[in-house]
């Protein structure tokens, strides 16, 4: 270790790295980058010892980690009490919500007692509570009434040309369809966590996650308006149904069911009057006031002794068959009508499970693996379809219960499960006079809370339009084209988006700031300065093909250098200059033949010794013909008189008579020729250019000139790059060098390293061009290219110091 001498303040102590130190680092490096064969990677994946098993086995069943050191004293009487809470609130949410799916509300039921009892052995979480859920209601609702829609089960009568609706047959085939799409939805998750795709869920922002469900929420409402109003409408398909039902109801509002909307005005008026008392509270009642369950009771007692279906046709339930249902195997064969609406079912159930889980786990200090978690929902999914149930995920309202309420394992969904089973064994014909209005003045107050994420539109447009632009955009496409369309749009529109932000990156000039080794914006940072010849550019995203010309077009803004003029008007003026030399090999080749033709009249000239051009002209002229007379101008065209001596034997060499006067004239050889003389007779075409032409560069053409010697490209920020990149950065480095500004990297990340090197890139480019940071890159372009500046820039920065290659690294 070597420390650099003190400047200004900044002192940096560094290793130098010579060549064997630097051997011994590559050697070590690429030991530890060279991976084993595929042989021995695969036989090593396939050993097994035991506490390998254990861990396996432990983490595929989670229970099997908490269970042994469950404390029955400790979280005994918590997990009860949570899990009769959270039991009371599944019974009413599973009837009202299976209206919503289009279901008979005993599946409801059924839905909420299957699905607990799988995620109690497969889940990694401990709070939340799995059932029915509004959300995924829905969109088995969308998927049953497309599939099964009322106009396939009508029954024509044989007494009239009336039709009507079989009901029995409606709902089980709805059945099939509704446990069908959810097995295939099970199905999906369990790949999709066994291949270790649970990062999945991330691309679902939270504007994307609240606006989809603010949506959502609409179609809920929307489809609960037959219940309050009494109403039947025509279930509409495909996009812009929400749009074509909505109005099919108001034009059935004035043959509203007033007794209906009655029990459906009164019910939603007590239950939010019951909820803010609830809420008022909340801090000062042991356990929440399961308000529904008293709502659902009063309504039943009510509708059963003043035979509200018989006096007033309040539709009711209906008949609830007592005891549980045997497992069927799905119908398959509707599996590729719902593949689509699977996909969706299973992406959005666990999205929003993960979300509450990973919130839950981090409140209470432990972890929710996100790929377990995706197994056990496509377990509880699968199975639960087996048993006619249909999609699950977890429920915010009650997750919160369980978990307010003092939950502290999965015991608590054991609890609530027990509590649905009693209710479907025994009690279940109780609630056969249930009027349905009820259950959908239940969906409707339960609602509120995604109502209120409309004001997420005031926060995001204060905070970020983007992710307001992706709620509303999300907002739109699932009103108008249902869930499955709709989340597909939502999720495409948010990439882009992305895509755009990493097109249209924030492009910078970076300047020292004094006394550190820092380097900072210019414009955001005033303290900074910049270093003399020296341009730092970063830009804020990676580089690929969407942003790569943009890069380009940044460099050239920020560092002055329009090099695509430059290097244009360049080519231009190499054009003129070959075009030029072009022009004076031809005049050199035709001066060579005159010589030639006049060297072989004057051979034949065999007495005289000594003849002067003027002379020779002037007998070829006598002689007559065209050739003769252009030789004799082209001769005349020279100022100096020029004698040549001619050897009296082959053998001698040349000489010649210098002078305008033949009898004055000096002899010489032919080596004593100056520039304007002669050209030296008898020689090749290529002689007679000039040996040395300057080459053409911007600074002596005069039209641009700039201080830059080097400029620095910080892509600190890039974590990977594409083939495009290669290709961009490769022209820089050739484009800025025809104009004499050296190029360097600086903060290359060791995999786009990798990447550069398998791309080609430092196939002409040197390796020395790579820094590990700015700092060194600046130390040394100072020490190269600023002899003259070094000394002003020593008071801020030790340039005594070693900088390093980054290639050193690798």
């Known amino acids: 270790m070597v420390t650099g001498r003190k400047s200004g303040g900044y002192r940096v102590d560094r290793e130098i790295l010579d060549e064997e130190r630097l051997e011994e680092l590559s050697q070590r490096l690429n030991i530890s980058q060279t991976r084993p064969p595929l042989s021995y990677r695969l036989k090593n994946s396939l050993r097994c010892s035991l506490p390998t098993l254990k861990r396996r086995v432990v983490g595929c069943l989670p229970v099997l980690y908490w269970l042994p050191r469950y404390s029955i004293w400790d979280y005994g009487m918590p997990d009860l009490v949570s899990g009769i809470s959270v039991g009371i609130m599944h019974l ?25 009892l799988v995620y109690f052995f497969f889940g990694s979480s401990r709070h939340i509570s799995i059932g029915t859920f509004t959300i995924l209601s829905i969109m088995v609702g969308s998927v049953v009434e497309r599939l099964a829609p009322d106009t396939n089960f009508l029954v024509i009568n044989g007494t009239n040309v009336t039709a009507d609706l079989d009901i029995t047959a409606r709902d089980l085939y709805r059945v099939q369809v509704a446990a069908a799409t959810t097995v295939l939805a099970g199905l999906i998750q369990m790949i999709l966590g066994l291949v270790q795709f649970g990062f999945v869920g991330t691309y679902l922002s939270e504007p994307l996650v609240r606006g989809y469900t603010s949506a959502a929420a609409v179609h809920a409402v929307v489809a609960q308006l037959k219940y309050i109003f009494g109403v039947s409408p025509t279930r509409f398909s495909g996009p812009l149904s929400l749009v074509y039902t909505l109005v099919d109801v108001c034009m059935l509002l004035p043959s509203t069911h007033l007794p209906t909307l009655l029990a459906s005005v009164v019910s939603i008026i007590v239950l939010i009057i019951a909820k803010e008392l609830n809420n008022r509270f909340r801090k000062k009642l042991p356990v929440p006031v399961p308000v529904e369950l008293i709502v659902i009771v009063v309504g039943t007692l009510i509708s059963f002794y003043t035979h509200l279906n018989e006096t007033y046709e309040i539709s009711v339930v209906g008949e609830i068959p007592n005891g549980l249902q045997p497992p069927t195997m799905p119908k398959t064969s509707v599996f590729s ?128 339009k983007i992710d307001l632009l992706v709620w509303l955009v999300t907002w739109v496409s699932t009103v108008l084209f249902n869930l499955d369309m709709g989340l597909g749009a939502s999720i495409g529109f948010a990439l882009l988006t992305v ?286 290219r600023a002899a003259g500046t070094l000394a002003s820039y020593e008071t801020t920065v030790d340039v005594n110091h070693q900088p390093t290659h980054q290639s050193s690294k690798l």
Not at 92 to 116: D, I, R
Request: aromatic share 8%.
């Open 92 to 116: 009413p949410q599973g009837m009202a919500y299976s209206l919503l799916a289009s279901l008979p509300p005993v599946f409801g039921l059924y839905t909420s007692f299957y699905p607990a």
């Open 337 to 464: 009508e719902v593949v689509v609406d699977a996909f969706a079912l299973a992406i959005v159930g666990y999205a929003i499970s993960i979300s509450l889980g990973k919130t839950f786990a981090l409140k209470h200090g432990y972890k929710v693996d996100s790929n377990q978690e995706l197994v056990a929902l496509g377990l509880s999914n699968a199975v639960g379809g087996c048993f006619q149930c249909y999609s699950v995920c977890a429920s915010m309202s009650r997750s919160l219960i369980q978990e307010t309420t003092g939950g502290r394992t999965q015991m608590a969904g054991v609890a609530s499960a027990v509590i649905v089973l009693v209710t479907v064994l025994k009690l279940g014909p109780l609630f056969q006079d249930l009027p349905e209005a009820v259950l959908a003045a239940i969906v409707f107050v339960n609602l509120k809370g995604m109502f209120k994420q409309y004001t997420d539109i005031v926060t995001l447009w204060r905070s970020s």
């Open 499 to 784: 895509i755009f932000r990493t097109q249209r990156p924030r492009y910078s000039v970076l300047g020292h700031l004094p006394g550190t080794d820092l380097y900072l914006d210019m414009e955001t940072h005033k303290k900074v300065r910049e270093v003399p010849g020296i341009t730092i550019f970063r830009s804020s995203a990676t580089i690929y093909f969407a942003n790569a010309e943009l890069y380009l077009e940044a460099l050239k803004q920020k560092s002055g250098l329009d090099i695509t003029k430059m290097i244009t008007y360049k080519r231009r003026q190499e054009a003129k200059q070959r075009k030029r030399e072009m022009r004076a090999a031809r005049r050199a080749r035709r001066e060579a033949k005159r010589q030639k033709q006049a060297l072989r009249l004057a051979s034949q000239r065999s007495r005289r010794t000594v003849f002067s051009v003027e002379e020779e002209a002037g007998q070829l002229r006598e002689m007559g013909g065209d050739s003769v007379q252009e030789e004799e101008l082209s001769w005349k065209e020279r100022e100096n008189s020029t004698v040549f001596v001619m050897p009296e034997t082959p053998h001698n060499s040349w000489v010649y008579l210098k002078g305008t006067d033949p009898e004055t004239t000096t002899l010489g050889s032919m080596s004593d020729l100056q520039d304007g003389d002669i050209t030296t007779l008898g020689s090749s075409s290529e002689d007679t250019l000039s040996r040395d032409l300057e080459r053409v560069s911007l600074g002596s053409l005069g039209k641009w000139t700039w201080d830059i010697h080097s400029i620095i490209l910080d892509i600190s920020p890039a974590n990977f790059i594409d083939t495009v990149a290669i290709k961009t950065l490769r022209n820089i480095f050739h484009d800025f060098g025809e104009i004499d500004v050296d190029i360097y990297i600086a903060g290359c990340q060791a995999p786009v390293v990798e990447q550069m090197e398998q791309g080609g890139f430092f196939s002409d480019i040197p390796k020395e061009r790579l820094f590990t940071t700015v700092h060194d890159a600046v130390l040394h372009c100072l020490n190269h």
